[in-house]
């Protein structure tokens, strides 16, 4: 878009967090993660990854905590 002004119809900066909503939104049925004969779609992608954020908040976890998580690559890990 060269030589066009910024503006909040043409541009919205997005984080990981909005970019996977709006994934969700526009993108829904569509496939998101691929691991062998596993697939999800955009919208199963945002609510396991609302689960594990809900889980992760239960357990104490909060902003600015550190932490990591060390395990295989499987899908179910996606």
Known sequence: ME???RCSVNHVPLS???FL???AIVYRE???VVYGHVEFNWGET???CTRLA???TQLGI???DVGCCI???YSSNV
């Open 3 to 5: 030589g066009m002004i």
């Open 16 to 18: 990981p967090i909005s």
């Open 21 to 23: 909503k709006r994934s």
């Open 30 to 32: 569509r496939v998101a």
């Open 46 to 48: 945002l609510e396991r």
């Open 54 to 56: 809900s889980a992760i």
């Open 62 to 64: 909060s902003r600015g």
């Open 71 to 73: 395990g295989p690559k």
